[in-house]
């Protein structure tokens, strides 16, 4: 995306960097004598009491900084890429891919396809390994880089290939054992492809991916998410009820022998295939602390508990309200349910939840994450609103007020005549919104991780875009 140089966007106030007369447009050249690859380096290199620091006037000038600070002090400069280095995009083409099933004219970064292990730790995203050099796995061992997301899909060397179209992709249980011998942490991810990579290949996967425990801390599996746009490509089918259960009773089966031996449950399915399949969800335990919330496993259980828990500590009142609430048909019956659960505590409360049909993406696609501003205005239009429009974080880009569409929160805002609340992800923001009690009316998405182009990055939270 850039070239690799380092290039100093903003020098915080009061800064180191501000002392060191470091401006805008400088490029740091060398920390300590060593070329810098990335932010990791970058960080390395910063953490001693003594550095120097060789940087590149605007100019053209060369200075060689020599300074003293605490340890692990931080600089204070943002950098013009947040990673400093180029984005490493996905060399796979596999059966399953989203992003190929995306239609044209969207904006181009959702057409970008990332495969980078840096943002695995920056950000929580799963990359497949086959980006992954021997350079690159020394350099996550030496910074101790932890946790990886893999998206592992099978096991069956052979079965891997041909999943990600890649000859190379069999090649990943030597980079997995290097990272478990060095003690890095690792979450894993199995995307379903049905009568491909499930049943029998699915058992295969399981029993080989234990085998990493406890460095492989969890395991989610999903299922393959199609769109009407995919003319040209590999066919695939949906699961139905059936199947999910199929898939169910193999991954609780895991379940209960990995708590039998090793006390975690290890193996988690997501949110999806308990609706598909038409059973409850499991209890909170099940969830080993909610290790791949982020994937959409156990977020509706994680909601339903942080509902219930706010309502216990609320007298409830006789206020007039009136909200609605607009979400993805997976998730529209267990909003409805937790509506219901404060309208006993609230009984003049009026909360209708419309559950948005995908007609952008096609009805297979039933998450809110998914869900584009025009599929919102042409089913919300001239229905029953009350007061306010609520709507889940996860419909927007994360910082913005852009639906994947580029419609904006404002104009979804005029086209109904009606205000709109996006509302935050947890129990507490969500019985506050319903409530009236968040006087700030909100149109954009928090910030769900901190961002990295800051010298003084950390581990992030999530990426762009989640499911529920």
Not at 7 to 12: A, Q, T
Not at 21 to 38: C, F, H
Request: proline fraction near 3%.
């Amino acid at each position: 995306m850039r070239e690799n140089k380092h290039i100093i966007r903003e020098v915080l106030p009061d800064s180191i960097a501000e002392e060191m007369q470091m401006e805008p447009g400088d490029e740091i050249v060398q920390v300590n004598g060593e070329t810098i690859e990335d932010i990791f380096d970058y960080q390395y290199l910063i953490q001693d009491d003594y550095i120097e620091v060789l940087l590149k006037k605007v100019s053209g000038e060369e200075w060689l900084l020599e300074i003293e600070k605490d340890e692990e002090e931080d600089l204070g400069v943002v950098f013009e890429n947040s990673l400093m280095d180029e984005y490493r995009s996905c060399r796979n083409h596999c059966i399953f891919c989203f992003i190929d099933q995306m239609p044209p004219g969207m904006r181009e970064t959702l057409y970008f396809k990332d495969d980078d292990s840096r943002l695995s730790f920056l950000q929580g995203n799963y990359v497949t390994l086959t980006n992954m050099s021997d350079h690159d796995i020394d350099r996550v061992i030496r910074y101790h880089l932890s946790p990886i997301n893999i998206s592992f899909q099978t096991t069956n060397p052979e079965l891997r290939c041909r999943m990600l179209n890649n000859r190379f992709a069999g090649d990943f249980s030597r980079k997995v054992r290097r990272l478990c011998d060095a003690g890095i942490e690792m979450n894993g991810q199995i995307v379903l492809c049905r009568g491909i990579n499930d049943g029998r290949e699915l058992e295969r996967s399981l029993q080989d991916l234990a085998g990493y425990y406890p460095e492989l801390k969890s395991v989610s599996v999903v299922p393959v998410g199609l769109t009407r746009f995919r003319d040209g490509l590999h066919p695939l089918e949906p699961f139905d009820r059936q199947a999910a259960e199929e898939v169910l009773a193999v991954i609780h089966r895991w379940q209960e022998k990995m708590w039998e031996e090793h006390g975690i449950h290890f193996v988690h399915a997501s949110d999806e295939w308990y609706l598909l399949a038409e059973q409850p969800l499991p209890e909170e335990e099940r969830y080993d602390g909610y290790l791949q919330l982020e994937n959409g496993v156990g977020m509706l259980r994680l909601l339903e508990e942080e509902v219930r828990a706010e309502l216990e500590k609320r007298a409830g009142d006789e206020k007039e309200r009136s909200v609605t609430i607009a979400t993805g048909r997976l998730a529209g019956p267990h909003i409805r349910r937790l509506t219901e659960e404060l309208q006993k505590r609230y009984p003049r409360l009026t909360a209708r939840v419309y559950e948005i049909r995908n007609d952008f993406f096609g009805e297979q696609i039933t998450v809110s994450g998914l869900i584009t501003g025009q599929d919102l205005m042409r089913q919300l239009k001239g229905r029953e609103l009350g007061e306010r429009l609520l709507l889940p974080c996860n419909m927007l880009r994360d910082g913005e007020n852009v639906f994947l569409d580029d419609v904006k929160v404002e104009e979804l805002e005029r086209e109904l005549g009606i205000q709109i609340q996006v509302v935050d992800t947890g129990g507490w923001d969500f019985c506050e919104a319903v409530l009236e009690e968040n006087a700030v009316m909100t149109h954009r998405r928090r910030q769900m991780y901190e961002q990295t182009d800051c010298s003084n990055c950390r581990p992030a939270e999530c990426g762009e875009i989640h499911a529920i």
